[in-house]
Nanobody, 120 residues
């Protein structure tokens, strides 16, 4: 069974940094695009960053220049390096990926979410 397992969230002061990781596990044939979204209380879910299997990236306007997405195809893992964090970055961050299982159809999968809190 394919799963996305996230790690790396926590509490950080404004201006600090955090690195999120998301590993895809299970019987995987290939992974297409991977990305991160976030959901803050009272707000709509927001795109943070995406990366294709050819390493082309895209970022939400609010994180450009501060966050960097990367991936390790050999490890089926996507990372989100978050620098210069602001209180408005506080949210639950979700990993997302389009995965082709060894058996079965291509599907879009979500991680369980990891809390990021930016506060002094």
């Amino acid at each position: 069974q394919v799963q996305l397992v996230e790690s790396g969230g926590g509490l950080v002061q404004p201006g600090g940094s955090l690195r999120l990781s998301c590993a895809a596990t299970g019987s995987i044939f290939s992974i297409n695009d991977m990305g991160w979204y976030r959901h803050a209380p009272g707000k709509r879910r927001e795109l943070v960053a995406t990366i294709t299997n050819h390493f082309s990236t895209d970022y939400g306007d609010s994180v450009k220049g501060r966050f960097t997405i990367s991936r390790d195809n050999a490890e089926n893992t996507v990372y989100l390096q978050m620098n210069s964090l602001k209180p408005e970055d506080t949210a639950v961050y979700y990993c997302n990926a389009e995965i082709v299982p060894i058996s079965g159809s291509k599907g879009r999968y979500w991680g369980q979410g990891t809390q990021v809190t930016v506060s002094s």
